[in-house]
């Protein structure tokens, strides 16, 4: 079937041949609108119960979160424990074979110190550089290029950037 109207002898439009069931008819406008009004209803419905859901999701998962954290710096705290524990047995153990080998008792622990700030060392490094990772700079630019939470500068009149310059 054609998508143009099909006209009369007379000119006029065609009205199209009914499809499907020949007694079946177009429901009326008011039918159409309760129906629509209907499904409506039935997708809000639905979105309210989709988001119920999401809340529920979130909420467990925040809960899971914080007792996961919890045992996370417990056991954290443990392995810090047993951690320096070795080390200070391992370091004990080194300046007994150090002993062993000739040095003397300030040779041995000096070594062994040595060793352990230089650990210390590296371990602070690495903490601040992570650290740093944690001012959100990225978030900051994209922030400030629209407009939102913008930090003062000395362009700005109404800005005190002497008291911005002083708080960390």
């Known amino acids: 079937m054609s998508d143009q109207a ?3 002898p007379d000119g006029g439009a065609a009205t199209p ?4 069931d020949a007694g079946q008819r177009a429901p009326r406008l008011d039918e159409s609108i309760r129906e629509v009004g209907h499904a409506g209803r039935a997708t809000v419905d639905s ?11 979130a909420s467990f998962e925040f809960a899971l ?3 996961a954290f919890g045992r996370a710096l417990a056991w954290s705290g443990v392995a810090i424990v047993f951690g320096a524990s070795a080390w200070l047995l391992l370091a004990g153990t080194l300046i007994a074979l150090m002993q062993r080998w000739g040095l003397s008792w300030f040779h041995s622990l000096l070594i062994t110190s040595l060793v352990s700030l230089a650990m210390t ?3 602070i490094w690495r903490v601040s550089f992570f650290f740093r990772h944690t001012g ?3 978030t900051r630019r ?3 290029r629209l407009g939102l ?4 500068t000395e362009d700005d009149p109404d800005a005190d950037v002497r008291a911005a310059e002083r708080t960390p």
């Not at 041949?17 to 499907?20: F, I, N, V």
């Open 136 to 138: 959100m700079h990225a």
């Open 142 to 144: 994209q922030l400030s």
């Open 47 to 57: 979105a309210k119960h989709t988001l119920r859901s999401l809340r529920r999701l």
């Open 149 to 152: 939470f913008d930090e003062p």
């Open 17 to 20: 041949p009914p499809e499907g």
């Open 121 to 123: 060392g590296y371990a």
């Open 65 to 67: 979160a914080r007792s």
């Open 6 to 8: 099909q006209s009369t």
